[in-house]
Every structure is written in structure tokens, then in C-alpha cells.
């Protein structure tokens, strides 16, 4: 799992300096490997463990809503009395998003781009992004980076708006997963070979 993580960041903070640096050392190079069978699944259960928490015990949360486990709302709250159940509710949870954003975009998404929109949905909910410039965007096959980025604020109960960093980092790792084919084309095209020195 860590090692998955580590390969998403990798690419993710790649900086400037060592592409140079990579394009100028052609002696003894490879080309970089492109892999494909990565578990998005794991990488959003992860990243959605470290957003939210783990709270056993009936908390509010920031939006107002009665909440329990790893930010899980609704009608099975009481049933979540240790990890192992708040672990199984955040993967059902995952899992029913995933099938409600597969439905929304009439099943054309590919597997990093649901778990990335699923992770989106639990968050806001469909009610806020439905009909939303990020929808229209995805739907017709555009860059949704510049409508996507703008969900990082949450509203107080008392009406309080606050921008979150917690939520930005998990926007920019949602973006990137569901744009990662791209971003690999991209990576593979600037980085061309990598040192083996």
C-alpha cells in the first residue's frame, strides 16, 4: 500500500530541476516503466482514513450532520462500534459511490477516474455537484482541474465559510488520479530516461 501511495506522489512532485537534470544524463539510461496495475481502490480508501478519521463515538461534523466511523452518515451509525466495522462501512460506502458516479457519467469513466470522482461525491454529496460546471466539464470530456480545485471550502453549521487544507490535499490527489493517464503520458514524455547511475 505505501509503496503504491509512494508511486503516485513521486509522479505527482516530480520537480523541474530533475527532469532537467534527467534529460542532460543520457549515458547508461532506461526508459521509465509505466505501470498499470495499480489499486485506486486502496489509494482513496486511504487517502478518505486520513481525511476524515477515525471517531467510534457520534460526533457532528463541520457541515452539521450527525456522523460516525470514518465520516459515515446515515441510518447505520449505531451499528459501528469498532475499526473493523467503520472499515467495512467506509468500503461499502466507497463502493456505493463508485456504482452512483458510474451511473451519473452513463458508465464511460475508466477505474481511476470513478474512484477519483467517488472519493469527490462522498464528500460534497450529488446534490451540490449535480448540474455543476465540474459535471459539464467531465461530461464533455474537458479538464475539470479549474472547477474541481474550487471545492477545498466548507461551511461552518453556524454559516462560517473556511478553506481547508486537509481538503485541498485530498482535491489535488483526486484530480491527479482521475487525470493519470495523462499525467503518465505527460511524465514519460518530459522524463524520458532515467539515470541508472
Same mark, same amino acid.
Given at each position: 500500500?505505501?509503496?503504491?501511495?509512494?508511486?503516485?506522489?513521486?509522479?505527482?512532485?516530480?520537480?523541474?530541476?530533475?527532469?532537467?537534470?534527467?534529460?542532460?544524463?543520457?549515458?547508461?539510461?532506461?526508459?521509465?516503466?509505466?505501470?498499470?496495475?495499480?489499486?485506486?481502490?486502496?489509494?482513496?480508501?486511504?487517502?478518505?482514513?486520513?481525511?476524515?478519521?477515525?471517531?467510534?463515538?457520534?460526533?457532528?461534523?463541520?457541515?452539521?450532520?450527525?456522523?460516525?466511523?470514518?465520516?459515515?452518515?446515515?441510518?447505520?451509525?449505531?451499528?459501528?462500534?469498532?475499526?473493523?466495522?467503520?472499515?467495512?462501512?467506509?468500503?461499502?460506502?466507497?463502493?456505493?459511490?463508485?456504482?452512483?458516479?458510474?451511473?451519473?457519467?452513463?458508465?464511460?469513466?475508466?477505474?481511476?477516474?470513478?474512484?477519483?470522482?467517488?472519493?469527490?461525491?462522498? @464528500? &460534497? /454529496?450529488? =446534490?451540490?455537484?449535480?448540474?455543476?460546471? *465540474?459535471?459539464?466539464?467531465? %461530461?464533455?470530456?474537458? $479538464?475539470?482541474?479549474?472547477?474541481?480545485?474550487?471545492?477545498?471550502?466548507?461551511?461552518?453549521?453556524?454559516?462560517?465559510?473556511?478553506?481547508?487544507? @486537509? &481538503? /485541498?490535499? =485530498?482535491?489535488?490527489?483526486?484530480?491527479? *488520479?482521475?487525470?493519470?493517464? %495523462?499525467?503518465?503520458? $505527460?511524465?514519460?514524455?518530459?522524463?524520458?530516461?532515467?539515470?541508472?547511475?
Amino acid at each position: 500500500m505505501k509503496i503504491i501511495l509512494l508511486f503516485v506522489y513521486l509522479f505527482a512532485c516530480v520537480n523541474v530541476e530533475n527532469k532537467i537534470q534527467a534529460e542532460n544524463k543520457l549515458d547508461r539510461c532506461e526508459p521509465i516503466p509505466i505501470y498499470t496495475n495499480v489499486d485506486y481502490r486502496k489509494i482513496i480508501l486511504h487517502e478518505l482514513k486520513r481525511r476524515e478519521g477515525l471517531r467510534l463515538q457520534k460526533y457532528t461534523c463541520p457541515a452539521g450532520y450527525r456522523t460516525i466511523g470514518y465520516g459515515h452518515v446515515g441510518k447505520t451509525i449505531k451499528s459501528i462500534k469498532t475499526k473493523q466495522d467503520a472499515d467495512v462501512q467506509l468500503e461499502y460506502d466507497l463502493d456505493r459511490y463508485v456504482q452512483k458516479v458510474n451511473k451519473i457519467y452513463d458508465y464511460k469513466l475508466s477505474s481511476n477516474q470513478s474512484y477519483a470522482l467517488a472519493s469527490l461525491y462522498m @464528500n &460534497l /454529496k450529488h =446534490s451540490k455537484l449535480k448540474g455543476s460546471d *465540474l459535471e459539464r466539464c467531465i %461530461k464533455q470530456g474537458k $479538464n475539470p482541474y479549474k472547477y474541481w480545485i474550487k471545492y477545498v471550502k466548507y461551511t461552518t453549521p453556524n454559516g462560517v465559510v473556511k478553506t481547508s487544507t @486537509n &481538503l /485541498k490535499r =485530498s482535491r489535488e490527489l483526486e484530480i491527479y *488520479l482521475f487525470n493519470i493517464n %495523462k499525467n503518465l503520458q $505527460n511524465e514519460q514524455r518530459h522524463l524520458r530516461f532515467i539515470p541508472t547511475r
